[in-house]
């Protein structure tokens, strides 16, 4: 099956990505923050049929593109397990941008080098983090990547027709899941400056090919892309002529998109934000950037553009996401496999010189001394700091949770010990045991407090399976775990109004209704032996109240 020690090393890698990215699938629901929001979103898309505009709830959804969600209803279709349905785009969507460093690696300098490309952008930790949730940013990570890719190959390696125009579509797909899609195109900047200044790639000059009426078409394929979603969707908007939908592609094209750019309304966070990010989530890759910062300098003095552009591209994104005050930290992680394609040469030297193995090993020893010490507070400690945790996180026993760190800790243990003149095999080991584990043991005993599935599976024992209820003051996990069809009165909508309504529902048919609300819009007219409270979750408290208790509530 293994013919050379390539092919061998290359499945290897694809196991272990597979391993370290899927292990979980299956095992629990969609989790806050967002993962319930875009699953309810699909589930209520397969259930009306309407796959044009997303609704949240009785309300228009527009704060995001549905691509993601059109995936997940996709997916729904064929397996019809939702548990399996709303993880499975961030697994594919994880497998081919890797499948694009190797490949992008391999091509630009060899195929060993694609491997180490592929391994140190898996391994980051706000990688394989988040390529385990259902958010938007796997998937914009992939089409930006795929675009990247297809620039390159013909920028660096062309020309390349073809891959020059898939390219501009994957950006056009890219900016229809999430408009930073679009700073894709921002690799042709360092591209000109390249050309102009006489730049190479494997001996060969970087040029744009601008006299080749071929380069001049690529931006109809961007249009096109954009086009799968944008036409369908603003012609039905205009064949409705209702203020609600005007509403929302003003909302979704405009104050979702620039004005939240120029006028970051949350997430506030300081300039050097991202620094830290780099710094810390982008570990243990970026422990290298001591050694790794001079070595790229000497490669872009001989002009090496295989450095420049990717280098260039990521610099460029990470300024123009801390220019405003809102960021989060998914926000540069399209960068991390350009700067993985551009650290993956300068890593089997540096793995071979004492200062970087001392600190690959120290971290090492850090993270399983804090596993070992976190897994045996919880499984045998009983003090104040983790009865707090279990409290916020709904958990009646902590036990289950650090016997797992603690089996974490055991792994890199036993991998520092047994490779410790191969480093790079102890980290692939500790790291992918500690995921692989989380998926396995920790998605199970975390789902229920974090994905609501157990308070709502609380909620429906207490009502009867004949009752009616409502919700108020919920969250997305609410309505997605709810076991039977619940009423809901809005989202966004102003809470008064939403009160009002739900007091006039329970009021209709007092005997048979319920409404389960949060501690903080709770309507002041009810009584506090009337309230009826269930189990903490997600870090917020819940109470059940039956129609007959808002009797003297006003009509």
């Known amino acids: 099956m293994f013919e050379t020690r390539s092919s061998r090393d290359t499945w290897l890698f694809w196991i272990a990505a597979l391993l370290i990215v899927g292990a979980g699938i299956g095992l629990r629901d969609p989790w806050p923050a967002d993962e319930p929001r875009f699953a309810l979103v699909a589930k209520q898309m397969v259930e009306s049929g309407n796959w044009l505009f997303p609704h949240r709830g009785i309300e228009l959804y527009s704060d995001k593109p549905p691509m993601l969600m059109w995936l997940q209803a996709t997916f729904f279709e064929i397996f ?78 062309g020309p390349n027709w073809r891959w020059w125009w898939i390219g501009w579509f ?31 790639s494997r001996g060969q000059r970087v040029s744009l090919h ?32 209702d203020p ?35 710094l810390g989530m982008w570990l243990p890759a970026m422990l290298a950037l001591p050694w790794a910062i001079p070595a790229w300098k000497r490669r872009l003095q001989r002009l ?43 890593l089997p030297g540096l793995l071979k010189k004492a200062w970087p193995r001392r600190l690959l090993t120290t971290v090492l020893a850090v993270m399983a001394v804090g596993l070992v010490i976190g897994g045996a507070l919880l499984a045998f400690g009983h003090s104040k700091s983790t009865t707090r945790f279990l409290t916020e996180r709904g958990l009646e026993s902590g036990v289950g949770i650090g016997w797992m760190l603690l089996a974490m800790g055991a792994g890199v243990v036993v991998a520092l010990a047994w490779w410790r003149k191969r480093l790079e095999i102890a980290t ?41 209820l409502a919700l108020l003051g919920w969250k997305e996990q609410n309505l997605l775990m709810a076991d039977r069809p619940a009423t809901n009165f809005g989202f966004t909508r102003d809470m008064q109004a939403q009160t009002t309504d739900a007091i006039h529902w329970l009021q209709a048919d007092p005997q048979h209704r ?29 109470y059940l109240v039956r129609g007959v208790a808002v009797a003297d509530c006003p009509h």
């Open 514 to 542: 319920w409404l389960l609300v949060q501690d903080t819009v709770l309507p002041k007219c009810i009584p506090d032996s009337a309230l009826e409270q269930v189990p903490h979750s997600n870090r917020r408290t819940w």
């Open 170 to 200: 994957f950006a056009g797909l890219g900016t229809i899941t999430k408009g930073v899609g679009v700073l894709a195109l921002l690799m042709l900047l360092p591209a000109i400056f390249a050309s102009v200044r006489g730049w190479q």
């Open 428 to 468: 692939i080991v500790s790291l992918g045991t500690m995921w692989v584990l989380f998926g396995v043991f920790g998605y199970p005993l975390l789902n229920d407090s974090s994905s609501a599935r157990g308070l709502m599976r609380d909620v429906g024992a207490r009502i009867g399976p004949d009752a009616q």
């Open 210 to 241: 601008l006299r080749d009426w071929r380069f001049w078409i690529a931006p109809v394929f961007f249009v096109i892309a954009m086009c799968i979603w944008l036409v369908p969707m603003v012609l039905a908007v205009r064949s409705h002529h």
């Open 244 to 278: 609600v939908y005007d509403a929302y592609l003003n909302d979704i094209l405009f104050h979702q998109t620039a004005k939240r750019y120029a006028q970051s309304w949350d997430h506030a966070q300081p300039w050097w934000y991202f620094i830290v990010v780099v």
């Open 304 to 346: 090496d553009a295989r450095y420049l552009l990717p280098l260039a591209w990521g610099v460029l994104l990470v300024i123009f996401f801390s220019i405003p005050s809102g960021k989060r930290d998914v926000y540069i992680m399209p960068v991390l496999p350009m700067w993985g394609l551009a650290l993956a040469p300068l």
């Open 80 to 157: 019809h397990n939702w548990r399996v349905a709303f993880l499975l785009p961030s697994l594919l969507a994880t497998l081919a941008t890797l499948a694009c460093v190797k490949d992008l690696g391999k091509r630009l300098w060899t195929p060993k080098i694609g491997l180490w490309a592929a391994w140190a952008v898996l391994l980051a930790f706000q990688f394989a983090y988040q390529s385990k949730k259902a958010q938007i940013d796997p998937l914009v990570t992939c089409f930006i990547t795929v675009a990247n890719y297809g620039l390159l190959r013909h920028l660096l390696l």
